[in-house]
């Protein structure tokens, strides 16, 4: 992936005082000379990157300029991603013409060059070719003092760095003549970079180069970049990044890219231009040049004593070794001016950067995503098309993962591989896997196209640890782990349980992971925390464990929301080691199977940790202070409710109130607290059952009569509360069909309230709504549900139907102390059956977390992008999207269930409809209805004085009294206030 550089004998930047005849110094000529030698280097791609370190001796005061920055070269602190082998670029044919670069007569595995001012170290890594260029120009006009270097990092195909690192250097220097001032410095480095640029696109060459150089001139260090290279300086030993990685994530970045027309999405976790490119400068790339400009950042700095030598390099070191520890390696073998030795600076950092595995966890992430993908291969005896099919799907699975993640693939391939690998030992697990049954050799095949090692799976204490399949031809292996080569050092074991009846078609597969931190790091809120299980009682679970089927990666704090009963096993270790077994069971998909799990490493403080929920005070409080905030927006929106109002303002008065306030909660604390609208503000009018949340675009306006139906929820930190509110455009009582609909509901609600407690059922609470409607002559509205709620789940595991019926049935479920729901009661003069009328009325989606799809249209590719940025779980309105390509981009998503829709429903034209939504808390000591909206007077046609059954319920406690001593006269108080609170729902 890339190179090393090393500029380090050299009192250019050395605090000595003798130096050397060909060092570099602060030069006070104002001429700039045609270079007298060039270097430039080739070499296969490796996984550190060019490094250049100069030692400085500080000049006179009037040769130095002052040191002027020209850019924000602060050290970028987005996660670092490395860019995947094979990037969607064109290609074409014409080659460089007349601009030769040297290269190796053959691919080396380790390029080393040392110079009389400079080392330079390549080692290839696991690429086929290396990428990665350098170039050095020293002795300017036989000129010691000057110099100019520099690390080009190329992307489909080589051609781009080798052009760039023959004439970069060259352009920049033209373009500097006879210059002096910073701004005029800055302007001839931009023109160099935009000129090489030019050049590169007229030879019609497919690829780009990311690229990072260094100009030592009159006392000046000139640092530019475009890209992902990048330039460190140690300062008194003090790491200083002199450049800012250019990566579409970056904020400005971004902004200009959209301003030019592209895009940016995040894909597989690498935030990408076009879904393409995941640098936003290089040289080259031409069909993306419209939006990947060549225009270096540059800092210019004057040559001072305390700086001690350059690093240059390109992402490949930068990924796996941190500024300060380069130059805390580097350091000691850069500045003793008796003993340097910076080949072996260089040699140091290579070897450390193909040590480690990619670093996927920054200052602001604490888990590692781990994807494990459970696979039942077509047994032996099938004809070789389907073993094809397998083969072809698994590809185009892997295909689609993130290569920063942990990927582990697993199970029964039933390909037979025997202890004559030939020449597959570079993805040979290291032991001998049985007697070969035939030539197949599709597994090996597969490891090596995506740089994966086999790892048996057999309990290593057995003589036989290698047979999992006997006849009485021969014995061999048919169950592995393919592990990634850079994460085997992750894992420590892998077995197979025997007894393939433990799941249906398909073994159980346990993996025992060894994942180490470095250092302790801050609390997030996305933690879940396991117990740990000896693997014996594991094993005994069998399939009661029920995975719902779900993408390749997901974010730890989405695994609710996927409804995954997650039941793999942790034990911490201090250290931060974390050993972790993680299940894979059989999903009962054709030919493939999936599950997806996250391992979170926790401190040994983080693991006192309660769970998150009502047993924790602070997590009520967030419910209770989400509730008050929505019923004061419900209240506000009532109160703009006049005839002639227009739905859209309506809608857009709740939800900003509930941003404004959510946004002035929690502005001072160190960990990000998500907060804002749960559900957009829908406002449906008379036989509009739901949804109705318009456009901008959209005129629909109230007329005097009309019945309102108001939905809107908010949340903070991911604790939702949601309340629903219906409400007659009239001054005055609520009379006739109307006051009966509405009584119907509000009645409905009541019961509702006290049925769902500990030890009750859902079955239960749909049993009795009926009935209540039933009493005022109306319907239950039929598609209605009540969930349960949790951290960021809206919809969450258990839920009540509003009508059973034969093709709606659920499992029955019991309600328990500490949950949360949302009871949702919809009540109807008409029969209860709403329709869709018109699909383009649907404004409100959710996002599918346990979806995924390589979208086609650039419009859709957009919006999707734009949803996962702004609303990765919770509802939204397409109000909150660019209009334009929103509703075509949106059918695309839709059509490939990347977001389900909130479609708005209709009763036929003349009926009724009413609705009332609570959030409630079952907390020890009852029911505890936190959202609510007084009702207007009512005078209903229909009472509920002749049902019995009816007045039961609603004689009901709500809340559980104090049994025996405490404070008496304040309990009796209480009791009171209670059972008045049970009359009528509580003011907004």
């Known amino acids: 992936m890339s190179c090393t550089v090393a500029l380090s004998n050299s009192p250019v930047f050395s605090p000595s005082s003798v130096p050397s005849p060909s060092s570099f110094r602060c030069k006070t000529s104002s001429s700039y000379y045609s270079p007298e030698t060039l270097t430039s280097s080739s070499s296969p791609s490796s996984p550190s990157s060019p490094l250049r370190i100069l030692r400085i001796q500080k000049p006179p005061p009037s040769n130095l300029n002052r040191a002027s920055t020209t850019t924000d070269c602060s050290t970028c602190t987005i996660l670092k991603r490395k860019r995947p082998t094979r990037l969607d670029l064109p290609v074409a044919s014409m080659s460089f013409g007349n601009f030769p670069v040297t290269t190796p007569a053959g691919v080396a595995d380790l390029v080393e060059v040392e110079g009389d001012d400079y080392s330079v170290c390549c080692k290839r890594g696991r690429k086929g070719a290396m990428e990665d260029r350098h170039s050095a120009i020293v002795n300017l006009q036989g000129d010691s003092k000057q110099g100019v270097f520099g690390i080009f990092d190329g992307h489909g195909g080589v051609k781009a760095a080798e052009f760039a690192a023959e004439n970069l250097s060259k352009n920049i220097m033209n373009e500097l003549g006879n210059t002096t001032t910073d701004e005029k410095i800055e302007t001839a480095v931009k023109n160099g970079y935009l000129k090489t640029d030019t050049e590169f696109l007229n030879q019609e060459v ?74 936003s400068r290089s040289i080259g790339d031409q069909y993306l040049k419209q939006w990947v400009t060549a225009e270096p950042e540059t800092r210019i700095l004057g040559l001072k004593s305390e700086l001690e030598f350059l690093v240059l390099a390109s992402d490949g070191l930068w990924d796996k070794v941190s500024d300060q ?43 590692i995503t781990q994807t494990s993908w459970s696979a039942y291969a077509p047994y032996a005896g099938l004809d070789e098309e389907e073993k094809r099919h397998f083969g072809e799907v698994l590809d185009e699975v892997v ?56 790892a048996n799976s057999r309990f290593l204490n057995k003589e036989e640890h290698l047979v999992t399949f006997r006849s009485s031809v021969a014995k061999t292996q048919i169950d592995f782990l393919l592990i990634r080569k850079v994460d085997k050092g992750l894992c420590k074991d892998c077995k197979v349980i025997p007894k393939e009846d433990l799941t249906t078609r398909h073994k159980l597969l346990v993996m025992d992971l060894e994942i ?21 009682k594991l094993s005994s679970l069998g399939i009661v464990m029920v995975y719902q089927e779900c993408p390749g990666y997901i974010k730890v704090k989405y695994l609710n929301a996927l409804k995954i009963e997650c039941i793999g096993t942790f034990q911490f270790a201090s250290y931060w080691k974390l050993n972790a077994l993680a299940l894979i069971l059989d999903m009962n998909v054709v030919n493939f199977s999936c599950i997806c799990s996250c391992l979170v490493s926790m401190s040994d403080d983080e693991r006192e940790e309660k769970e998150l929920d009502l047993t924790g005070p602070e997590v009520v409080t967030k419910y209770k202070s989400a509730a008050e905030i929505v019923n004061k927006a419900l209240q506000l929106v009532l109160s703009e409710c006049k005839p ?67 939905d809107m929820g908010c949340h903070i930190d991911g604790f939702i509360a949601v309340v629903g509110h219906t409400h007659v455009l009239h001054e005055g009582p609520v009379t006739g069909r109307a006051a009966d609909v509405i009584a119907a509901a509000n009645t409905a609600a009541e019961v509702a309230l006290r049925l769902v407690r500990p030890g009750k059922k859902n079955s239960d609470v749909t049993e009795a709504i009926q009935k209540v409607a039933a009493a005022y002559d109306c319907k239950i509205v039929e598609g209605v549900l009540s969930h349960q709620m949790k951290q960021f789940v809206i919809d969450g595991n258990k839920f009540v139907l509003s009508v059973s019926n034969p093709d709606t049935r659920v499992d ?80 695309e998503c839709v059509n490939h269930e990347l977001l389900q829709p909130y479609p708005v429903l209709h009763e036929k034209p003349g009926d009724l409809v009413a609705h009332i939504k609570f959030t409630v808390l079952l907390m020890p000591n009852g029911s505890d209805r936190v959202t609510s909206h007084a009702l207007q007077e009512l005078k209903p046609t229909k009472t509920i004085e002749d049902e019995p059954e009816i007045k039961a319920w609603l004689a009901l406690p709500v809340k559980t009294k104090k049994k025996g001593g405490g404070k008496k006269k304040k309990g009796r108080k209480g009791d009171k206030v209670e059972e008045s609170s049970q009359a009528e729902p509580m003011e907004g």
Not at 649 to 671: F, P, R, S
């Open 206 to 279: 497919r690829g780009g180069s990311c690229c990072v150089t260094a100009l030592i001139q009159k006392g000046n260090l000139v640092v530019s970049n475009a890209g992902d290279c990048r330039a460190v300086v140690s300062r008194g030993g003090v790491a200083e990044a002199l450049t800012s990685d250019h990566r579409p994530s970056r904020q400005d970045e971004k902004d200009r890219i959209e301003a030019s027309g592209g895009y940016v999405d995040c894909c597989h976790g690498v935030w990408r231009i076009q879904g393409s490119l995941a640098v």
């Open 325 to 367: 520890e380069a130059v805390d390696i580097a350091r000691p073998l850069c500045t003793d001016i008796s003993t340097q030795q910076p080949l072996s600076a260089c040699r140091k950092l290579i070897d450390l950067s193909v040590s480690r595995v990619s670093r996927l966890v920054s200052d602001y992430f604490t888990g």
């Open 399 to 454: 295909v689609g993962i993130s290569p920063t993640e942990k990927l582990f693939v697993g199970g029964d391939f039933n390909w037979h591989i025997g202890s004559v690998l030939g020449v597959y030992d570079d993805v040979h697990g290291g032991f001998g896997l049985g007697d070969r049954i035939g030539g197949d050799v599709s597994l090996l095949e597969f490891a090596r196209a995506f740089g994966m090692v086999l």
């Open 516 to 536: 180490k931190m470095e250092k302790k790091k801050r609390v997030v809120d996305d933690r879940i925390l396991f117990e740990y299980e000896h693997i014996q």
């Open 644 to 710: 002639k109002a227009k739905l859209v303002d309506l809608c857009e008065k709740g939800d900003g109130y509930i941003k404004e306030q959510t946004g002035n909660m929690y502005k001072n604390v160190k960990k990000k607290i998500e907060r804002g609208v749960a559900f957009p503000t829908c406002i449906s009018v008379n036989n509009t059952v739901c949804h109705f949340s318009p456009l901008s675009s959209d005129e629909t306006v109230l007329e005097e009569g009309d019945i309102l139906k108001i």
């Open 812 to 891: 029955e479920a019991e309600f328990e102390e500490n949950e949360v729901y949302s009871i949702d009661i919809v009540t109807s003069t008409g029969d209860g059956k709403p329709k869709l009328l018109d699909e383009k009325q649907t404004t409100i989606y959710k996002r599918a977390v346990d979806k995924s799809y390589n979208l086609k249209m650039k419009a859709s590719r957009f919006i999707f992008s734009e949803i996962s940025q702004k609303f990765p779980i919770m509802p939204f309105t397409a109000r909150d999207l660019e209009e334009k390509r929103g509703r075509l981009g949106l059918v």
